[in-house]
């Protein structure tokens, strides 16, 4: 659980570093071999690599935190309440 909790809060980093990254390369070798157009190409790497560090986040954290219908069941099979009682005694 703490594992997918990291990898959620690093995301945004995550994120900010691989299009700067690419964008960075690509730049470089924009001065290197004097042209226009690569820098446009590293940004193109660096945005996939995100959107791909997104998906894969993502679906670390389906994993971890699955939904729980309204009517779950506990570890024994009995259907849980979420809240209720008649308010006597702890629920």
């Not at 820098?39 to 986040?57: N, P, Q, T």
């Not at 954290?61 to 506990?74: I, V």
Request: glycine share 16%.
């Amino acid at each position: 659980m703490w594992r997918a909790t990291a990898s959620v809060g690093a995301l945004g980093l995550e994120i900010a570093l691989s299009i700067i990254i690419g964008g960075g390369i690509g730049y470089y070798l924009d001065l290197k071999f004097n042209t226009h157009w690569i820098m446009y190409v590293g940004l193109c790497f660096g945005i996939a690599a995100a959107i791909k560090s997104l998906v894969r986040v993502t679906r670390a954290a389906k994993r971890a935190f699955p939904d729980e219908p309204a009517g779950s069941q506990d570890q024994a099979g009995k259907e849980t309440k979420k809240s209720g009682g008649n308010g006597a005694g702890p629920n």
